[in-house]
C-alpha cells in the first residue's frame, strides 16, 4: 500500500518562505511522478507543480513560477516544495500526490492526507 506523508505546513508572514516535504511508502519511488496540490477555502482543489521520475521534467502552475520550487530525493523517497514570496493568496491545504508516468495535472490515484499553510498579510 503506498503512502504519502506531507510536513512543513504552518503560519508564515507574508514574503516569507516554508518548505514542505513528502515521504512516500510502500512502493519504488522513483517510479512515480510526483505533484503538489493546494485547495483553498471554498475552491477547488488545484495543480501547483509536477516533477517527473526519469529526467526531472517540472511544471509549474503560472500562479507559482519564479516563487515555488520543487526537487525529489529518491535516496530519502521525499520530494520537498520549497515555497518562497508567500502571499495571502497562497493560504490552502497542501497535497502532495503520485501517480505512474509522466506528469500531470490529474491523474493522481496516490495522496497525502494534506499540510495546512497559512500566509498572513
Known amino acids: 500500500q503506498v503512502q504519502l506523508v506531507e510536513s512543513g505546513g504552518g503560519l508564515v508572514q507574508a514574503g516569507g518562505s516554508l518548505r514542505l516535504s513528502c515521504t512516500v511508502s510502500?512502493?519504488?519511488?522513483?517510479?512515480?511522478?510526483m505533484g503538489w496540490f493546494r485547495q483553498a477555502p471554498g475552491k477547488e482543489r488545484e495543480f501547483v507543480v509536477g516533477?517527473?521520475?526519469?529526467?526531472?521534467?517540472?511544471t509549474y502552475a503560472d500562479s507559482v513560477k519564479g516563487r515555488f520550487t520543487i526537487s525529489r530525493d529518491n535516496a530519502k523517497n521525499t520530494v520537498y516544495l520549497q515555497m518562497n514570496s508567500l502571499k495571502s493568496e497562497d493560504t490552502a491545504v497542501y497535497y502532495c500526490?503520485?501517480?505512474?508516468?509522466?506528469?500531470?495535472?490529474?491523474?493522481?490515484?496516490?495522496w497525502g492526507q494534506g499540510t495546512q499553510v497559512t500566509v498572513s498579510s
Open positions: 500526490a503520485a501517480r505512474f508516468g509522466g506528469i500531470s495535472i490529474k491523474g493522481y490515484p496516490y
Open positions: 510502500g512502493r519504488t519511488f522513483s517510479s512515480f511522478a
Open positions: 516533477i517527473s521520475w526519469g529526467d526531472g521534467s517540472i
